[in-house]
């Protein structure tokens, strides 16, 4: 993180459509919560009433035209609301905070997938942000297609809201750019990122990645999660 005084744990699940990362977070909060460990999970883009409203106009399917770099300032907007309000002050005060995506997606999603270049969403990712990074992100690596299947499977199934947004329309071939911009962050940070086959069954993952931040919890307290 940042030269802030941040004491908390920030946490971030990142991943191409479908790869199950909102499940793993929900999932580690549940894990966390057990062991009377203080969190916050929130999501991006959204997590403060801007954000949401921002989150609706990006995943708008009647937005259709949108220009990469609008694309990638809204999000920043969005995120530099998150973390001024919801980010920073949570991890101030020692809570470890969850988030489901963070600056790694536009990297990945406006870097790598519409090709505005990873360097240049790098840099703005630090003026949005103040420098505040997550100390570990999980990385759910899936095939594209496979992700994108997953999302027709609940369809086809009925869930309540399940459909495809402004973004998970997009080509696979824009999918798969976004999987590889991912892999080769985490290949550029892997003292940061943790990279997990989200192809493996959703119990397996949640207890790999509950395991990861038990340690990094130990480590950092020098105790056990939870304990006094």
């Given at each position: 993180?940042?030269?802030?005084?941040?004491?908390?744990?920030f946490?971030t699940?990142?991943?191409?459509?479908?790869?199950?990362k909102?499940?793993?977070a929900?999932?580690?909060?549940?894990?966390?919560?057990g062991r009377?460990v203080?969190?916050v999970?929130?999501?991006?883009p959204?997590?403060?009433?801007?954000?949401?409203?921002l989150?609706?106009?990006?995943?708008?399917?009647?937005?259709?035209?949108?220009?990469?770099?609008?694309?990638?300032?809204?999000?920043?907007a969005?995120?530099?609301?998150?973390?001024?309000?919801?980010?920073?002050?949570?991890?101030?005060?020692?809570?470890?905070?969850?988030?489901?995506?963070?600056?790694?997606?536009?990297?990945?999603?406006?870097g790598?997938?519409?090709?505005?270049?990873?360097?240049?969403?790098?840099?703005?990712?630090?003026?949005?942000?103040?420098?505040?990074?997550?100390?570990?992100?999980?990385?759910?690596?899936?095939?594209?297609?496979?992700?994108?299947?997953?999302?027709?499977?609940?369809?086809?199934?009925?869930?309540?809201?399940?459909?495809?947004?402004?973004?998970?329309?997009?080509?696979i071939?824009?999918?798969?750019?976004?999987?590889?911009?991912?892999?080769?962050?985490?290949?550029?940070?892997?003292?940061?990122?943790?990279?997990l086959d989200?192809g493996?069954?959703?119990?397996?993952?949640?207890?790999?990645?509950?395991?990861?931040?038990?340690?990094?919890?130990?480590e950092?307290?020098g105790?056990?999660p939870?304990?006094?």
């Amino acid at each position: 993180m940042s030269g802030q005084e941040l004491s908390g744990l920030f946490i971030t699940l990142e991943g191409v459509e479908g790869c199950g990362k909102s499940t793993q977070a929900r999932l580690l909060v549940e894990h966390l919560e057990g062991r009377g460990v203080e969190v916050v999970l929130t999501r991006e883009p959204g997590g403060t009433a801007l954000g949401e409203r921002l989150r609706e106009i990006l995943l708008d399917i009647g937005q259709t035209g949108m220009r990469p770099e609008t694309e990638l300032f809204l999000y920043l907007a969005s995120r530099a609301e998150h973390v001024a309000h919801v980010i920073a002050p949570a991890l101030k005060r020692g809570s470890v905070v969850i988030s489901d995506r963070f600056g790694d997606a536009s990297v990945a999603y406006q870097g790598g997938g519409r090709g505005l270049g990873v360097d240049l969403v790098r840099s703005l990712n630090e003026t949005a942000t103040s420098g505040v990074k997550p100390n570990i992100s999980f990385l759910l690596d899936l095939d594209a297609g496979e992700g994108l299947g997953r999302l027709d499977g609940r369809i086809q199934d009925g869930r309540p809201g399940a459909s495809r947004d402004r973004i998970e329309r997009e080509a696979i071939e824009f999918h798969r750019l976004v999987r590889q911009a991912y892999l080769e962050e985490a290949a550029r940070e892997p003292g940061r990122f943790v990279v997990l086959d989200a192809g493996s069954h959703v119990e397996e993952l949640a207890r790999e990645i509950a395991s990861r931040v038990d340690a990094l919890l130990e480590e950092r307290a020098g105790t056990h999660p939870g304990d006094d």
